[in-house]
T-cell receptor, first 116, second 111 residues
Framework: GAVVSQHPSRVICKSGTSVKIECRSL??????MFWYRQFPKQSLMLMAT?????????EQGVEKDKFLINHASLTLSTLTVTSAHPEDSSFYIC????????????FGPGTRLTVL | QKEVEQDPGPLSVPEGAIVSLNCTYS??????FMWYRQYSRKGPELLMY????GNKEDGRFTAQVDKSSKYISLFIRDSQPSDSATYLC???????????FGTGTRLQVTL
């Protein structure tokens, strides 16, 4: 149990376009999901916390208008990178916390975004 | 000072060796401690989850937490080439669920 999927696994887009990444908890309900960004050989950087049915909480320095997060159901959160630029190229990973559990977070496989 | 410090490695050991991975943290409010394994280009996989001080064993893996010294460890017995990955420690102060990660230690187990 506790499987999290992400789609797409890899995306290449042109500068100025928007890209949507989906994060799904497949076999459990997740009231809270998290979005991270990871640069090569670096640790995970939390971008935002997404709570079902409410606005996401963004970490300091993360532009909420650029990284739109929607958590419309207990099993799905989406991250939209708007007007993507080459510096947005990164590995984006989501995680989900099982509803009612403490702090165990289960991670998705990640999405590699390349902006040309 | 980072809240969680972890030696990035790389750490290279021969197959069968006992591996010791460590992290230190600065915030005494941290109560929950986790170890994740991350293979290249994949998402992290939860290995061990502990609350407060003490030891926890799961197969070849043992997690130790010493809150008095703010030191957490992961031991891997009988290491295998398939254990080659980056190991990330993570902490949290409560049910708020926000995790603070170390930078990760890259482990290479050689034949």
């Amino acid at each position: 149990g506790a499987v999290v999927s992400q789609h797409p696994s890899r995306v290449i887009c042109k500068s100025g376009t928007s890209v949507k990444i989906e994060c799904r908890s497949l076999d459990f309900q997740a009231t809270t999901m998290f979005w991270y960004r990871q640069f090569p050989k670096q640790s995970l950087m939390l971008m935002a916390t997404s709570n079902e049915g409410s606005k996401a909480t963004y970490e300091q320095g993360v532009e909420k208008d650029k990284f739109l997060i929607n958590h419309a159901s207990l099993t799905l959160s989406t991250l939209t990178v708007t007007s993507a630029h080459p510096e947005d190229s990164s590995f984006y990973i989501c995680s989900a916390k099982r509803t009612g559990s403490y702090n165990e977070q289960f991670f998705g496989p990640g999405t590699r975004l390349t902006v040309l | 000072q980072k809240e969680v410090e972890q030696d990035p490695g790389p750490l290279s050991v021969p197959e069968g060796a006992i591996v010791s991975l460590n992290c230190t943290y600065s915030n005494s409010a941290f109560q929950y401690f986790m170890w994740y394994r991350q293979y290249s280009r994949k998402g992290p996989e939860l290995l061990m989850y502990t609350y407060s001080s003490g030891n926890k064993e799961d197969g070849r893996f043992t997690a130790q937490v010493d809150k008095s010294s703010k030191y957490i460890s992961l031991f891997i017995r009988d290491s295998q080439p398939s254990d080659s990955a980056t190991y990330l420690c993570a902490t949290s102060w409560g049910t708020a669920s926000k995790l603070t990660f170390g930078t990760g230690t890259r482990l290479q187990v050689t034949l």
